[in-house]
């Protein structure tokens, strides 16, 4: 198990805890030429503003019988966006080899390397399409940054609020030796975390005005701020934009405007509304 993870437990029937496994996948990837790429994918519809950051648990191991691998000899990678081709977000970070052998409970570090967490922050990748954007580079080329022992990149305009799917892929880099690569591989615990809990606000009001014979007038507005929502929601649930509502409606007989003997009746409707909506 991953340093940290606890199995939910569910209680049976029979009064006996039953513990739930990990979300997890083994990766098995066998003559990986020089340069290529193998990955699997899950297609989702997903909102992931409101979350601070995306984590994960990686390991790595050589294949009994096969050439040893060497640390940093491979490359995990992960992208988040609409698609996996023109549109999306980009992080890959070496991975560390765990050599075989047996590890007794209390050295999961060896077996989950912290050099292979894949821990950052959303932000960073809201920063990196600002930059890019600021230095006009095209969006039908990859810009790519180093941050740390990590290299996100960007291609398109990927949009977090409208995440179509995830891949995690295992790339074994050009080298000049043209290396093989056989390796099995484990991706544990793909999870969002640090919620933006941040409340908000709201009003709203109403006002009618009646106009003696002449007619009616009606105003309303409303407005909420990001992070409003009602008690039955939860926290990925609220607001994620500003709104600003204003409505105003009038009904006149402007047949009342001239003496009751001319005995006109000329009814008048008008109304104006606008919203804004502003995200944030």
Same mark, same amino acid.
């Not at 023109?86 to 050295?107: A, D, F, V």
């Given at each position: 198990m991953p340093p940290g993870v606890e199995r939910v437990q569910l209680l049976s029937n029979n009064g006996v805890n039953l513990q739930q496994n990990e979300q997890a996948l083994s990766l098995k990837i066998n003559n990986l030429l020089t340069g290529d790429s193998r990955g699997v994918f899950k297609t989702l519809n997903l909102d992931i503003r409101q979350y601070g950051k995306l984590s994960m648990y990686l390991h790595a191991e050589s294949v009994t019988g096969q050439r040893p691998l060497k640390d940093n000899e491979l490359y995990a990678v992960v992208r988040v966006g609409q $698609?996996?081709?023109?549109?999306?977000? #980009? @992080?890959? @970070? !070496? =991975?560390?080899?765990? !050599? /075989? &052998?047996?590890? /007794?409970?209390?050295?999961? #570090?060896?077996?989950?390397?912290? #050099?292979?967490n894949l821990d950052f922050s959303l932000r960073d990748l809201i920063d990196l399409k600002l930059r890019r954007n600021n230095l006009g580079r095209s969006l039908s080329n990859i810009y790519r940054e180093v941050s740390g022992n990590k290299t996100i990149s960007i291609l398109g305009n990927p949009n977090l609020g409208e995440v179509r799917g995830i891949l995690v892929a295992i790339e074994n880099p050009l080298k000049l030796d043209g290396a093989i690569v056989n390796t099995e591989v484990w991706v544990n615990e =793909?999870?969002?975390?640090?919620? *933006? #809990?941040?409340? &908000?606000? +709201? +009003?709203?009001?109403?006002? *009618?005005?009646?106009?003696? $014979? =002449? &007619?009616?007038?009606?105003v309303s507005a409303n407005t909420h701020t990001q992070g409003f929502g009602t008690l039955e929601q939860w926290v990925n649930e609220r607001a994620r934009e500003n709104l600003m509502q204003f409505d105003a409606a009038a009904t006149i007989d402007a047949g009342n405007l001239v003496p009751k003997a001319a005995r006109l009746?000329?009814? @008048?409707?008008?109304? @104006?509304?606008?919203?804004?909506?502003? !995200?944030?």
């Open positions: $698609d996996f081709l023109n549109n999306y977000y #980009e @992080i890959k @970070i !070496p =991975l560390k080899i765990t !050599p /075989p &052998g047996t590890y /007794p409970r209390g050295q999961e #570090e060896k077996v989950w390397p912290i #050099e292979n =793909l999870r969002l975390s640090q919620l *933006d #809990e941040r409340g &908000g606000w +709201a +009003a709203s009001g109403r006002v *009618d005005l009646t106009l003696a $014979d =002449l &007619g009616t007038i009606s009746s000329f009814p @008048i409707y008008a109304s @104006i509304n606008r919203t804004l909506l502003t !995200p944030v």
